[in-house]
Structure formats: C-alpha cells, structure tokens
C-alpha cells in the first residue's frame, strides 16, 4: 500500500525545482494576501493566488492529503509550517471525496489547487489495497515497516505533538480490518487521537526528496530507452530477414520431477537435521536418446525472489525445457513464501534472517552438486544434465543469489557507508541489504565455476555488492530493470549498477513501464499465501513482459551456453526494438559508463 500512494503522490508533484514549492507556501498558510477569484463552481471563493505556482500548490495538496494519512478519532488535521498552523476537518476531506462537493473548510485549501489534481483528490482518498489486517500488523513490525513508519513519524504527529508513527501503525492495521478497507481517507478516521498534525516543512523536504528522485529517475529511464532506440536503428542490418519466434514455446515435450534434497551439513538451531531444498527439475523428453542432441542437456537455474516459490517462473522453465534445455529451479526455504507465511502468521518474525544472503547462493551450488550426484546413480537422470557450463537466472533477492553466484562477493566496507544513511533512503530494497551488516565478516566464498552466464531481474545490489564487487564478473550479464519499480528501484539498483559491471558481454534490458512483478507469474494457492496487489503494483500487461522474459532468455542462453550463434542477433537493440510494444515498451543497451550516465541525468 505504501507503494501505492508513493506512486500516486509522485504523479501528482513532478513539479522541478525546490523553489516553487516553498514561495506557494505562503499564499496558502495567509490566503487574506492574496487577491480574490471566482470558483469553478461559480461562487466566490475568498482569495486566491496566481495560477503560475498552483502545481507546486498541488504537490502541497498531495502532501497535506497523503501524508496525512493518520486522523481516525481526528476529527482536524493541523499543518504546521515554522510558527504557522492552520487546520482542516476530515469530514470537509470525506464530504468531497464521497459527494464532490467543497464545504468551506476545503474551499480555503481548494483555491490553491490546480483542476487536475483537485479531480484527482477523491480517488486519491479513497484508493483502496485490499490487504489482510494481519499481513499488515506483520510487515508494519518488521525492520522494513518500523524504518518506513520513523520516516512517515517524522511528519505525523498526534494532538499533543508525540511522534506518530505508533499511531499510523494502529490506524493502518484498523483500517484494513474495517470494512471500507484501507484507504487514506479511513487510515484518518482511525487514527487515534481527536486531532492530528503534521509538521508541513518536514513533509515538503519529504516530497521534494521523492519529487527530485522521480524526475532524475525519469530521465534515466527516458535516456536509456532513447540510446537504446537510436542503437537499434544503427543495428537494423542484424536483423535475420526470417526471425525465429523465440516467445514461442518449442517442439519437445518435458517432464517436471521434484525432490526433496537434505543439506545435512548446514544444521543450524532452527534445521538441526540439515536445510531442506525442494527442487522442480524440468527436463526435455526424447524417446531412445540422451537429449535432442544426443548429448546430455545443457542446464539452467533459477532462484527465485523474496517471499516467492519455485512456481513463480514455472512458465519459463517449461519454455526453455520444450528448447532443449534442463531447467532446475530450488526454493530456497528461509526467504520464500512459506517464510513469508509464517511471518504473516507471527510463527516467524522477520522476513528473513541474514544468512539467507550465504544460505541462497550455497542452496544452488549444493543442488548442483546432487544433481551431478544423481547423474551418475539414478537411471532417469544418467546423461541428461550438462553441468560443466550452467545458466543462472534470478529476480530480486534471487538476482542477489545470482551475481553472488557468478563471482561478485560480499562487499561489507560498501554496507557500512550505505546502510549509515539507511533511514533516509527512499529505495525500500535497502532495508533488506542492510540485512547482510548482521552476518559475521568472513571472506564468504559463494562464486560457482560452474555458472557460465546469468541473467538477473530487478536484482537488489547496490549496497550489499556495489562498484568493486560487481566488477569482478566476467561471465555474460544481462540486467533486466523495470521502470515503475518501486522495491528496487531501476536507476539506484539495475542502471547505475549496469556501469559497474566489466564483462565483455553484458545487457541492459529496460522494460519502461514494468514494475517489480511484471515477470512473475501468480504463484498456485498451495503455498498457502495469497496477496492480491492493486494493479498499480502489477503494472500493465504482466504476460506481454513474460512474454518478453521467454524471448530474451531463449537467445541469451542459446547464444552464451549453447554457443549457437544464429541467436546473437536477438541480443541486438534492434531486435528488442522490434517486439518491442506498448503498454510495457523495451529497449537493450550493449554499453552505458558512468560519463555517459550522468549526462543523461543533467
């Protein structure tokens, strides 16, 4: 949910530069300076400004109304700025959101707000997360939901000026038991005081830190997507004049087989028995031969995200598996969704521990190692898994595992001076690599020789890896961002970080409008979690980005485990050009330094 309105927040305050929004305070905290207008409406409104500053006005309107989101009991809401304070009423707030119409208390507010984002208010209110109240008291008590409530404290206050973050967490967990749901304007109603107040200037740095934060993100993402535009034009001679429907699923038929594999060397007090890995290993069928080759299959791997499962990517495993190769996909047991389960249960109280950042990468390597294992003694698997040269593909923390995999380690002088500043990131992912500071500072050996190429999504690793680590791998990267991520941001986690890599064959994939769930396909009820995200979250057209995902995976692994060249042409911009489509479009960059990266954010 906080998600949610960050995004709506954002949308209603790109408004550039800091300046505008402090010179509007004025006319909206002393409305008698200003001169008289006359309201859409028709009637006399008191007074009014000019309408050259009324969209830094609305950034104010958003702030009032979106950090606002306490006041339960409150029946007033209190925007203080310096020694100034002037109040509104909820009820005045619910009346225009529910009816449209501007009682006199809103109407001293309204005058300063453009149109737009006047009409945009009520939806604004009553935006609603259908959220399980007990899904959002776990999260709202993890390290990740109380930093996220200090910072929203530091603008709410209760009626008697106590930090309100105790507050907001009541009003939030009320809100989403109610039955209207958890939206702003109910989060007011139940917070739980007579009056609430927010401390305006604090809540304006806030909003100007997001605003700067949109705007420079925005232009990262509109220049990459340009380079990538112009590169592919350049490249439209690569294109093979018949191209192969890599998003389509291939000629061979496969089965999936799960095991339970037991780590016993892993035994800590929670597994005193050893870890538990459950693997799917989706195989290619072919009747009296290893593989279609004859040969035995070449073998991908795909660690799944935070609070996720083994069937999140299922639809690509069957993709690359109806191709020819071995899919292996683990659920790593400490930071998936049986983990989220229990923590959403209270039977676990974090939403995952730090040696998840060991754990994870030593989940695949221990897989390896018994399927190479079970190659040799089980009559099944005797042949069919190539595992000198093995593929990896993760999404967020699974993009973590990933590079961690193919040789970027564990930087913690690089955690130290990022997770100093922790509470003052708006990039939520921090809070889980600031996770890895509680892991004892030994020299981890996590990279596996046998990895040969990776593809990583949404990875989560400036802080926990950044420039040195990311630097040390050789093999060839693809990093896939979204441009609406808002848990690991593209420009903070994927763009800056694509500059650090020094493989000679990396990618950078941009989907412009996907968010961080665009590629994961809805995991089956089984798991025993089920949370249903606005559509904001979603973002447009998940199965056009797995459609994508299907694509782009197909030629990567082709060209760089395979070694079939015919599919270094998909791995052009023009390619990705070329299917390119609305509503998620996509472009590829072969090379982005950091020279050319801050041009692009001037």
């Known amino acids: 949910m906080f998600f949610f309105w960050r995004n709506t927040l954002a949308d209603t305050s790109r408004v550039k530069g800091k300046t505008p929004i402090r010179k509007a305070l004025n006319p909206v905290l002393n409305p008698e300076s200003t001169p008289e207008k006359e309201s859409p409406q028709g009637r006399s409104w008191q007074r009014s400004v000019p309408w050259k500053v009324p969209q830094a006005v609305g950034a104010i309107a958003a702030v009032v109304t979106a950090f606002a989101s306490p ?35 809103l109407a001293v507010y309204a005058q300063f707000i453009p ?7 009520p939806e604004i209110l009553l935006a609603r997360a259908d959220i399980d109240p007990v899904i ?27 930090e309100g973050s105790y507050g907001l967490r009541a009003a939030l967990i009320l809100a989403a038991a109610d039955e209207e749901g958890l939206t702003l304007l109910n989060v007011m109603r139940k917070f739980p005081t007579p009056e609430m107040r927010i401390d305006l200037l604090r809540a304006i740095e806030m909003a100007e830190e997001l605003q700067g934060l949109v705007e420079q993100s925005s232009k990262a993402i509109d220049g990459v997507m340009n380079l990538a535009r112009q590169q592919a034009r350049a490249e439209l001679d690569l294109l093979p004049d018949t191209q192969f ?3 389509e699923s291939g000629d061979l038929s496969w089965r999936k087989r799960s095991f339970r594999l037991k780590d016993r060397f892993r035994k800590t007090a929670d597994t005193p028995k050893g870890r538990y890995v459950d693997v799917d290993l989706y195989l290619p069928e072919v009747s009296n031969s290893l593989s279609p080759t004859g040969q035995p299959n070449p073998t991908i791997v795909i660690s799944h995200g935070l609070g996720s499962d083994r069937t999140t990517f299922a639809y690509l495993a069957a993709h690359l598996a109806s191709h020819g190769f071995a899919v292996v996909v683990p659920q790593h047991p400490g930071s998936d969704a049986r983990q989220l389960e229990a923590l959403l249960t209270g039977a676990a109280q974090e939403v995952t521990k730090s040696i998840e950042f060991v754990d994870r990468p030593l989940d695949i390597t221990f897989v390896l190692d018994e399927l190479e ?29 990933s590079l961690v995999l193919a040789g970027a380690p564990i930087d913690f002088d690089r955690l130290d001076a990022d997770c100093a500043r922790e509470e003052e990131s708006w990039n939520v992912s921090i809070f889980l690599q600031c996770r890895a500071l509680d892991l004892p500072r030994e020299n981890y050996q996590l990279q596996d020789d046998r990895i040969a190429a990776a593809i990583v999504i949404n990875p989560i690793d400036s802080a926990v890896l950044g420039p040195d680590s990311l630097s040390q791998i050789e093999i060839p990267i693809v990093v896939v961002a979204g441009g609406m991520d808002t848990v ?11 500059t650090w890599f020094r493989a000679p064959e990396k990618y950078l994939i941009l989907m412009q409008t996907g968010t961080h769930f665009s590629t994961l396909a809805e995991s089956p009820s089984e798991e ?10 979603i973002g447009p057209n998940p199965l056009l980005a ?54 692009l954010l001037r």
């Open 71 to 105: 006041a339960a009991a409150a029946e007033r809401i209190f925007a203080s700025y310096a020694i100034l304070e002037r109040s509104i009423s909820v009820s005045a707030l619910e009346t225009y959101a529910k009816e449209g119409k501007i009682e006199e208390d």
């Open 115 to 121: 149109p737009e984002t006047l009409e945009q208010l």
């Open 136 to 162: 959002i008291s776990q999260f709202l008590y993890t390290r990740q939901g109380e930093v996220l409530l200090q910072r929203l404290g530091e603008v709410i206050q209760s009626g008697s000026r106590v």
């Open 245 to 247: 429907p890599l998003e």
């Open 373 to 401: 294992r079970l190659s040799k003694q089980d009559p099944q698997l005797k042949g069919q898994l190539s595992l000198e040269r093995v593929g990896v593909l993760g999404q967020s923390f699974g993009g973590y595992t």
């Open 488 to 498: 690991a941001p593209a420009l903070a986690e994927q763009i800056l970080p694509f």
């Open 528 to 537: 025993g979690v089920s949370i249903k995200y606005p559509p904001e979250v």
């Open 546 to 599: 797995q459609r994508y995902t299907k694509a782009f995976s197909l030629a990567f692994f082709q060209t760089h485990i395979n070694g079939r060249s015919e599919f270094e042409p998909y791995l052009s911009s023009a390619y990705i050009d070329a299917i390119s489509q609305d509503p998620i479009p996509m472009g590829l960059l072969r090379f982005l330094d950091a020279i050319e990266l801050d041009a």
